[in-house]
Nanobody, 125 residues
Framework: EVQLVESGGGLVQAGGSLRLSCVASEITFDEYTIGWFRQVPGKEREGVSSISITDGSSDYADSVKGRFTISTDNAKNTVYLQMNNLRPEDTADYYC??????????????????WGQGTQVTVSS
């Protein structure tokens, strides 16, 4: 059974940084798109960033471009989301997700099959 476990969330002041991690088990780290998403209660889940294991290409939501960086450590089956210059509007539950092989998920939640349980990020002003 595929398992994704996120960590690294917490409380940080505006302008601060956090690095989220997502460790994947029972899944081969190739031919997938890996995405980070976030959700605020009462709102739809939105795509934050994605990366293709196949070619290393990445994508970012306009709201996080220049502040967030997605990366992977394939040997550790881990994907990271480095978040810098955090803003109060970044407050949300953050989830990592994997698409099925050869599915280019991009920033569209419905294209992802496997999801972690989420980690909470709170940015105070």
């Amino acid at each position: 059974e595929v398992q994704l476990v996120e960590s690294g969330g917490g409380l940080v002041q505006a302008g601060g940084s956090l690095r989220l991690s997502c460790v994947a088990s029972e899944i081969t780290f190739d031919e997938y798109t890996i995405g980070w998403f976030r959700q605020v209660p009462g709102k739809e889940r939105e795509g934050v960033s994605s990366i293709s294991i196949t070619d290393g290409s990445s994508d970012y939501a306009d709201s996080v471009k220049g502040r967030f960086t997605i990366s992977t450590d394939n040997a550790k089956n881990t994907v990271y989301l480095q978040m810098n210059n955090l803003r109060p509007e970044d407050t949300a539950d953050y989830y990592c997700a994997f698409s099925l092989p050869d599915v280019v998920g991009g920033l569209i939640p419905n294209l992802y099959t496997y999801w972690g349980q989420g980690t909470q990020v709170t940015v105070s002003s």
